[in-house]
C-alpha cells in the first residue's frame, strides 16, 4: 500500500520508526528456525530486494511481485532477482523447486478467501521448508489503516467506517469513495482457523504485541512441523 496517495506526510515516518523493529525480530527468528545455508534457493512471495539486506547471508533469492521494485541489491549478501508474477498462479515454477519458500505480509492482499487459498497452495507445492507471515484478524488496530476494530466487520461496514482510519489524516489527503474502497478491498486479514485449514501439517508462530496476537507466521521445515 506504499503506492497510494496516503504514502506521505507522517505515514513513511511512523512506518519507518515501526517497522524495522519488528523486522530485525523476525529476521532473527527465521535465520533461527529454517536455518537457511549458503547458496540456498529462497522464493519472496510478492517480496522486495530491501527486505534482504538485513539478512547477512549468501543467498540465492528469487521475489516475485505484481511489479518491479522501485530498488536495488546494494549492501546486500544476497543474490536477488526479481521477476513479475501473479503468486497465486505461478505455474511456471516447478514443484519442490526452492529450498525455502517465503512471504512477508502478501497472502492478506491477494483478495478473496479463495485467492488466499491459491496463494497458500502455491506456497506448499514449491520448496520443502516454509515461512508465511500475515497480521492477525483478531489483532484491535488495522495495521495498513491505523483503525481500531473497523476490520472486524464486512466490507460494505468498513467502506463507511474509514473515516474513522488515521492513515488518511495522518498523509494530509482527502480519498475519494473509489480510493476507500480500493483500499478496504485490498486488505483481507486472516483468522488462525483459516490458515491452519490452507497450511495443513504446518506450524503457526503467534507473534504478540501486549498479550494479543499481533501476527502469524506458518511455518514448515523439510523435516515436516508439528501442529
Known sequence: MQNDRTWTGLVPKIYGRMY???????????LSILSPETGDKIIDLGGEPDFW???NRELDVHCINLEYPDSDDEGSKAKVRCSIGDCCE???EGDDSYDIVFSNSVIEHVGC???????ARTAMRLGPKLWIQTPAR??????HWFALFIHWFPKRIQHRLFGFALRHRLAGVRLTREEIRQQVDDVRLMTKK?????FPGCRIITERFWLWPKSYIVVR???GSSP
Open 221 to 223: 521445515n523439510d523435516e
Open 194 to 198: 483459516e490458515l491452519r485449514k490452507m
Open 90 to 92: 505461478l505455474s511456471d
Open 53 to 55: 539486506k538485513s539478512v
Open 113 to 119: 478467501i479463495e485467492r488466499q487459498a491459491a496463494f
Open 138 to 143: 483478531i489483532f484491535p488496530v488495522e495495521p
Open 20 to 30: 524495522p523493529v519488528f523486522r530485525r525480530r523476525r529476521v532473527k527468528r527465521f
